[in-house]
């Protein structure tokens, strides 16, 4: 099975969602263009221009190197975050309350 290759319109979506997460982490930690630059190891320029959307395909490797300096994801920077702990602990609740049923039913001698 092939995969479709992204359009250029899904690229372009993914790098504002990036850019996007990107200056939602800075403003949170309160820091600059040239400390992110100073902590991902990359050019001043590079990470502003990647932010002031100069650059429209950003290499993986610097997309990397800014999660690690963040001490985030690649996922999360995309905008694919991992579940949240309430998520975690509502689907578990779930499995709980369905294992619970089967069981009534087991115990019940219910057979299709």
């Known amino acids: 099975m092939s995969k479709k290759k992204p359009s250029q319109l899904e690229n372009e979506l993914v790098t504002e969602i990036v850019i996007?997460?990107?200056c939602a982490q800075l403003s949170q930690r309160n820091w600059s263009l040239k400390m992110l630059?100073?902590?991902a190891d990359l050019p001043y320029?590079?990470?502003k221009k990647l932010v002031n959307g100069k650059i429209g395909k950003?290499?993986?490797i610097?997309?990397?190197q800014i999660?690690?300096?963040l001490d985030c994801s690649v996922d999360g920077l995309a905008g694919r975050s991992?579940?949240?702990?309430?998520v975690l602990k509502?689907?578990?609740e779930n499995a709980n309350e369905i294992h619970r049923i089967l069981s009534q039913m087991n115990d019940s001698g219910y057979t299709k």
């Open 82 to 86: 991992a579940p949240s702990d309430a």
């Open 90 to 92: 509502q689907i578990s």
């Open 58 to 60: 950003p290499s993986f």
């Open 45 to 47: 320029e590079s990470v």
């Open 67 to 69: 999660a690690n300096a």
């Open 20 to 22: 996007r997460n990107i």
């Open 37 to 39: 630059s100073d902590r």
């Open 62 to 64: 610097s997309i990397w």
